[in-house]
């Protein structure tokens, strides 16, 4: 086995798009694994347990024995058939386990010993992290701009309309508000970092990001990070609530429904969509008080027999109240608290983006084609 070939944990091989086999056990893959993984573990859970406990009780010779005896026969060739099955589609993958020891090594073997060679990576999943770990605390030494505004004045799209910008509520697959959850899973707290280190990996100048509390659903920043972006300097997006409102209800209604039909189907994709935008807002109960709440709740079900009956804008009849009584005075609340020193600018969206723009120019930023490769 010391003879099995090695690649260093560079995170070039993220920024190449490299396919790579992780072997370690389905429970492990699901807390976070490096972006680009497949999972073609060399046990599965139920076997990792048990030679887990032996090695506990009787050491590493004994977990090792044990672990043969599990994955020996019809079940090692079916793992070694995975792995070359995968292999045959994309040749240049590479091999890791969680630190680049015992079981990447035996994958190593058996697919040496079925003709095949293919290195692991050096420190394995372990080593990477630490490095996609390092890139977001140096981005938190790199110039960021900040791009804030009421709920509805699409800083999202204004973050994803520049070449620099770092879409955080895309890495943490939520919207970063009550009614923020995406359809599909959120990611675990290590993959929301790890996609964010991986997006970081083709920004190595100034980056944009829009104005977030520390948590975005079920994710959390960085500390080093956060901590940057309440020093950074600001745009505030300003635009009139009939425009924030056409933007809320593409947001919650139109994209939600889209996902939700896709996934779902039209019957259960609906009544999904709907449980969702129900649960959503009654968790505002202690915000909004019940009065207002069960205003609110009316207009919402009032909203959902027109939408049933081809009239989507009914949802405008309680989208309309949110924003001005629950997301607009949230926002001025903090915004009060912040030095206005920080604000570059203030204005509408176009010009929000054309200082954004600016900003990044004067900072020095390159596209990922001319910047230089990184660690």
Known sequence: MSELPLVEPHLALLREGRVLIDVRAPVEFAQGALPGAVN??????DERHLVGIEYKERGQAAAIALGERLVGGEVKVARVAAWRELLARHPDAIVYCFRGGLRSQIAQQWLAE????RPRIRGGWKAMRQALCARIDAAAEQPLLVVGGLTGCAKTDLVLAL?????????ARHKGSAFGRHPLEAPSQIDFEHAMGRRLLDLPGPVVVEDESRHIGGANLPLAFWEAMQRAPRVRVEMPL???????????IEELWAVYRRQCGEWLGWTLMRKQLEESLAKLRKRLGSARLARLQRLQALAFREHERGNPQAHEAWLAPLLTEYYDPMYRYQLEKRDPGHFLHVGDWESCLAVARQWSEEQGAVTPQRSAATG
């Open 40 to 45: 073609l573990p060399l046990m599965d859970d």
């Open 114 to 117: 079925a003709g095949i060679t």
């Open 163 to 171: 070449d620099n910008g770092l879409d955080l509520e895309g890495c």
């Open 242 to 252: 009939d425009w924030r409102l056409a933007q809320i209800h593409r947001d919650y």
